[in-house]
C-alpha cells in the first residue's frame, strides 16, 4: 500500500531561514510527484512537480525540490523564506496511471515577520 | 476568474438528511476527482470520474455518491449524513489523469 510521510506537522521560522520540508513515499514504483499549497482562506494549488528528467524541479515563488529515487524522497526547499510564504505544504505521490493522488498529512509553515 | 468553483462553501444538514454538494469547472477537462478533508488530516480521494467513466475508491463508503451529468459538473450526494461526515470535501480536476489538479475552494460540511 502507499503511504507518504512528512517528518514536520509545524514549522516555524523567521524571515529570510531557508527551509526544509521533508517528504517520503513508500511506492517503489513510477511515480509523479507533486508539492501543493494552501495559504491561509486559498484554496489548494500546485507548488512544483516531478514527472520524470532533472530531478531538481523549480516551483513557484523561489521553491524546488529534489527527487532522491534510491532515498524515495522528494523534500521541498528555499533558501530564503518570506512572511507571505505561511501555508500549509502537502507532498502528493501519484502512482502512474492510477489516477490517486495521495497526500502527506501536511506541514504547516509560519513565517514570523 | 474562478476555473473550479463549488456551491455550496458552508452546507449545514442534519443528521440522516440527504445533501447534495456540486462542482463546476470551466477548464473543460477531463476527470473531476472529490476528496474529503477532515480537520489537520490530508485530503482523501473519494472517488473520481474520468470522463464518464466513475472509479470509486475500495474504502469510500457506500453512503457516497457521485454524478456527472456532462463535461462541466460533478455531484457529490451524501445519502444519509452522520456526524462522521463533517469535513471539507474538495472537487479537483486535470486534463488528465495523473497531471496537475486543480482544486476548487472546497465545501465546509456540518452534520447537526
Known amino acids: 500500500a502507499q503511504s507518504v510521510s512528512q517528518h514536520n506537522h509545524h514549522v516555524i521560522l523567521s524571515e529570510a531561514a531557508s527551509l526544509e520540508l521533508g517528504c517520503n513515499y513508500s511506492y517503489g514504483g513510477t511515480v509523479n510527484l507533486f508539492w501543493y499549497v494552501q495559504y491561509p482562506g486559498q484554496h489548494l494549488q500546485l507548488l512544483l512537480k516531478y514527472f520524470s528528467g532533472d530531478p531538481l524541479v523549480k516551483g513557484i515563488k523561489g521553491f524546488e525540490a529534489e527527487f532522491i529515487k534510491s532515498k524515495f524522497s522528494f523534500n521541498l526547499r528555499k533558501p530564503s523564506v518570506q512572511w507571505s510564504d505561511t501555508a500549509e505544504y502537502f507532498c502528493?505521490?501519484?502512482?502512474?496511471?492510477?489516477?490517486?493522488?495521495?497526500f502527506g498529512t501536511g506541514t504547516r509553515l509560519t513565517v514570523i515577520p | 476568474d474562478a476555473m473550479v468553483i463549488q456551491n455550496p462553501r458552508y452546507q449545514v444538514t442534519q443528521f440522516g438528511k440527504p445533501v447534495t454538494l456540486s462542482c463546476s469547472q470551466t477548464?473543460?477537462?477531463?476527470?473531476m476527482y472529490w476528496y474529503q478533508q477532515k480537520s489537520s488530516q490530508a485530503p482523501k480521494l473519494l472517488f473520481h470520474?474520468?470522463?464518464?467513466?466513475?472509479?470509486n475508491e475500495a474504502d469510500t463508503p457506500d453512503n457516497f455518491q457521485s454524478r456527472r451529468p456532462n463535461t462541466s459538473f460533478c455531484f457529490l450526494d451524501i445519502r444519509s449524513p452522520g456526524l462522521g461526515d463533517a469535513a471539507m470535501y474538495l472537487c479537483?480536476?486535470?486534463?488528465?489523469?495523473?497531471?496537475?489538479?486543480?482544486f476548487g475552494p472546497g465545501t465546509r460540511l456540518l452534520v447537526l
Open positions: 470520474y474520468y470522463d464518464k467513466d466513475f472509479n
Open positions: 502528493a505521490p501519484d502512482q502512474t496511471g492510477a489516477n490517486n493522488l495521495f
Open positions: 477548464l473543460n477537462h477531463n476527470v
Open positions: 479537483a480536476t486535470s486534463r488528465l489523469g495523473g497531471e496537475t489538479q486543480y
